[in-house]
C-alpha cells in the first residue's frame, strides 16, 4: 500500500461558472491530521466536497489518489465504501430514519457485512456517552429537531461508529458553545487514537484545535493553498488573523 493515504494533484473545481479551486496539492499519510484554514469563501469547503465527490461541484482539472489508487472519476457512495468520511458543515435532517438505523445502513453498506446487534448497540451507547449524548436521539429521525450542537455530535457520532480511514471534518465547530465544542473535541481526539486513521479538519477558527494534536496546517486564500506549516502556524493564525496572506 502506498505511503500516502489521500494525495491530490492540481485539483481545480468549478460551482456552476465559477472557477472555486485553482490548483491544490495535498498529501496526507495515515495517522495525520491535517488542519485547512481560511477566510470565508476561500475554498475549504468546496476542496472537502470534491474529495468526497458531491457532484454540485465539478472537479476540472487534477486527479485524486486514495491508499494509491485513483478515485478521481468515482461516486461519493464508492468513496464512502472505501473508507472516506465527510462530516457535513450543515448537517441534513432526514424525516424516517432514525439516527440508529442511518448509522446501522452506513456501517453494513462500508463492510458488506450484517451488523451484530449487540455488539452495535454497546458500542453506541459508549460513543453517546462520550459525546454528552442523551441515548434516547438514537431512536429520534436524522437530525430532526436537533439543536445545531446535537447535530455536529451526531456526525462525530456517526464518524466514531463507522471508524473511516480518512475522514474531513467541515467547519464541524461553527456555531457551538465552548462547552460543545469541548465535547466534540473530546470525540475527534477519541478517532485519533486510530494509529491509521487520518483527518482533515476544516475551519476558520482555532477553538476546535486547542486539544488536538496536529500534524501540518494549510492556509487556504481564493482557491489556493498559499502557506503550509505545522501547528505552529494555527498559533500565528490565532494571533494574527489571515491577514498576512490575503
Do not use: C, W
Not at 458500542?123 to 438514537?138: F, I, P, R, T, V
Amino acid at each position: 500500500m502506498a505511503n500516502e493515504i489521500l494525495q491530490i494533484q492540481n485539483i481545480k473545481a468549478s460551482v456552476g461558472e465559477e472557477e472555486i479551486l485553482k490548483g491544490i496539492d495535498l498529501t496526507i499519510e495515515p495517522g495525520q491530521t491535517h488542519v485547512l484554514m481560511g477566510p470565508n469563501g476561500a475554498g475549504k469547503s468546496t476542496l472537502g466536497n470534491v474529495l468526497m465527490g458531491n457532484p454540485v461541484y465539478r472537479r476540472t482539472e487534477g486527479t485524486i489518489l486514495f491508499e494509491g489508487e485513483d478515485i478521481t472519476e468515482e461516486s461519493a457512495d464508492r468513496r464512502a465504501a472505501r473508507g472516506m468520511f465527510l462530516s457535513f458543515q450543515n448537517p441534513l435532517e432526514v424525516p424516517g430514519l432514525s439516527l440508529e438505523e442511518f448509522i446501522r445502513n452506513a456501517i453494513r453498506q462500508k463492510t458488506g457485512r450484517p451488523v451484530k446487534i449487540f455488539q452495535f448497540k454497546k458500542q453506541l451507547a459508549e460513543a453517546m456517552a462520550l459525546l454528552g449524548m442523551d441515548e434516547s436521539y438514537a431512536s429520534r429521525d436524522l437530525n430532526v429537531g436537533f439543536s445545531g450542537g446535537e447535530k455536529k455530535k451526531a456526525e462525530i457520532l456517526q464518524m466514531l461508529m463507522l471508524q473511516p480511514k480518512f475522514a474531513i471534518l467541515d467547519e464541524t465547530d461553527s456555531g457551538l458553545d465552548v462547552d460543545a465544542v469541548r465535547t466534540v473535541s473530546e470525540g475527534v481526539k477519541e478517532y485519533q487514537k486510530k494509529e491509521d486513521g487520518a483527518l482533515l479538519i476544516i475551519t476558520h477558527s482555532t477553538r476546535i484545535l486547542e486539544s488536538l494534536k496536529v500534524d501540518k496546517t494549510h492556509v487556504i486564500v481564493k482557491g489556493r493553498i498559499v502557506k503550509s506549516g505545522g501547528p505552529e502556524l494555527v498559533d500565528e493564525i490565532n494571533k494574527n488573523g489571515f491577514e498576512a496572506y490575503l
